[in-house]
């Protein structure tokens, strides 16, 4: 019996290391199951007849919106995230920025003035060596003291809130 043993199990182990299992690499056509949201409840319409044409690509009741989600949970208005328009809030500070005109290619002409600020300013020995970013440096004389600032708007009697400590 023990003969048998002996022979049989260094067989079995043989045959259950040719089973030849092969690891599958990430990243294969797998799906990713943190890029899933899980649906809402489907609800049943009460007329069956009032329901809008189907939009192939578009929205359905039954999809997640988690901006949107989030905003409700947090006490907001969903409502106000739509992209379509401004929300009426802000309608009265969009007046007032915008009233001497917006220039269509406003950000094309910010990007070139950047550009050519920056290029003015030219890239220093350390920023070539080791790479540095010079964006603070180049704009520090355009730059607010938070805390300066804090003390101006108290002094003038404006309500302010808390600030951090550690600066002014």
Not at 35 to 58: N, R
Not at 124 to 141: C, D, E, P, Q, V
Request: proline fraction near 11%.
């Amino acid at each position: 019996m023990r003969a048998r043993f002996i022979l049989i199990f260094p067989v079995l182990f043989l045959l259950g290391a040719c089973v030849g299992t092969q690891p599958q690499p990430v990243g294969t056509d797998g799906p990713d199951e943190f890029s899933i949201l899980p649906g809402k409840p489907l609800e049943a319409p009460e007329d069956y007849s009032a329901l809008p044409e189907p939009t192939p690509g578009g929205t359905n009741l039954a999809d997640r919106n988690p901006d949107a989600e989030a905003v409700a949970a947090l006490g907001g208005r969903p409502s106000l995230l739509a992209r379509s328009g401004i929300p009426a809030a802000d309608r009265a500070l969009l007046a007032h920025a915008s009233r001497y005109g917006v220039p269509a290619d406003l950000r094309e002409t910010l990007a070139r003035e950047d550009a050519a600020l920056r290029r003015g300013f030219g890239r220093g020995l350390f920023a070539r060596w080791f790479g540095g970013n010079r964006y603070f440096a180049i704009y520090r004389r355009w730059a607010l003291d938070p805390f300066a600032e804090l003390a101006r708007l108290r002094a003038a009697g404006v309500r302010t809130p808390s600030a951090p400590p550690g600066g002014g």
